[in-house]
């Protein structure tokens, strides 16, 4: 057998423990392994796949990034033409993609993505490529499984990050800021905010007014506090407005964040205390995966060549209640996962005391 492996979406911490995990199973049955390079934008050249040996996924459990190269963009079903007079049309180039590994001999797919790259892999199944998908993205924003690979690695370096930073504004009394990645979800702001001791944290799931933020404040310093620290997600966004949006690439999503500029403004011009804003950005998904995500992402992997070899295609490995699954693809493909508002995890943020902007 012949498969290939792919990473697509952005990075995340633990690709690299996937890729060396399903590389090394696949060689111990004796089958081969290519990897494609940058998604699925590497079929489009003259060099399709790089052979994946023992060799070649030699000592990357650790590494963070991925050795294959990520796409957030490049979605095969509109790849972007931009035409003389500056604009950009979108063609299909999917049957491409599927006649490539054909060509190549690719019997199966192990694509290691999100909920952008699962989509893909749904539509490409129904084209007739066999996939095994594999959970990535810090956002841990995926439907159907506990937790995602680079999760846990956000959030360890998010709460590092503002524990470093209360430091600051209980030294100059200031209101410091955080802006955390997730896109629409709040899993990395509400778990590194809580385990921070955040006075105040900002989810897209609980639309925030500037009044709720405003009298925490006030409370703080009525209890002696002068000092507070704000954890807001990306996607954050006003009771009566929309998400803090900067910008749209050419075929990107639309690009998040400003939430945390904003509140500095507001809270200074409404209170009067200095505040700073931080962005902790691309940082949360860089450097080596923790602990906890190599070991899950070297289970992801070994478990989607299992997958493989019993001819259980279209399915995505996830983990529910510390055990591996598969489910299919079809059940995940334009969903995402949001934090419900009766976790117990938002239940114990209220309890105590941390305002959640509503």
Request: one cysteine or more; aromatic letters at 4%.
């Amino acid at each position: 057998m012949k498969i290939a492996i792919n990473t697509g979406g952005g990075d995340a911490p633990g690709l690299n423990a996937v890729i060396r995990s399903a590389t090394k199973a696949a060689l111990r049955r004796g089958w081969e392994v290519v990897g494609l390079r940058n998604g699925y934008a590497s079929l489009y050249t003259d060099n399709p796949g790089e052979p994946l040996t023992h060799e070649a996924v030699k000592g990357i459990t650790m590494q963070g990034g991925t050795i294959l190269g990520a796409a957030n963009r490049g979605n095969p079903f509109e790849i972007p033409v931009l035409q003389p007079d500056g604009s950009y049309i979108y063609v299909d180039k999917s049957d491409q993609v599927v006649s490539k590994l054909a060509e190549m001999g690719v019997d199966a797919v192990v694509a290691i993505g999100g909920d952008g790259s699962m989509h893909l892999a749904h539509r490409l199944s129904e084209k007739g490529l066999k996939i095994v998908g594999v959970p990535k993205t810090i956002d841990n924003d995926l439907v159907g499984c506990d937790t995602t690979l680079g999760f846990d690695t956000a959030c360890s370096i998010a709460t590092e990050a503002i524990d470093r930073i209360s430091t600051t504004a209980e030294s100059h009394q200031r209101a410091m800021i955080v802006e955390v990645m997730g896109r629409y979800a709040g899993w990395i702001a509400l778990h590194s905010g809580l385990a921070s001791s955040a006075d105040v944290i900002l989810i897209p799931e609980i639309p925030f007014t500037l009044d709720s933020v405003i009298k925490k404040l006030d409370d703080l310093k009525k209890h002696g506090k002068e000092h507070a620290l704000i954890v807001v997600a990306e996607g954050a966004k006003l009771k009566d407005g929309a998400h803090f949006v900067k910008g749209k690439q050419v075929g990107q999503a639309e690009l998040l964040g400003g939430a945390a500029a904003w509140l500095e403004k507001e809270i200074m011009a409404r209170t009067g205390q200095e505040t700073r804003s931080v962005i902790l950005g691309h940082q949360q998904r860089g450097g080596r995966p923790s602990i906890y995500d190599r070991l899950i992402s070297l289970r992801f992997g070994a478990e989607a060549i299992r997958a493989i070899e019993v001819g259980d295609f279209n399915k995505l490995v996830v983990m529910k209640e510390n055990e591996l699954r598969r489910i299919p693809i079809a059940d995940v493909a334009g969903k995402f996962k949001t934090v419900p508002l009766d976790s117990d995890t938002i239940m114990t943020a209220r309890d105590i005391g941390i305002c959640l902007g509503d």
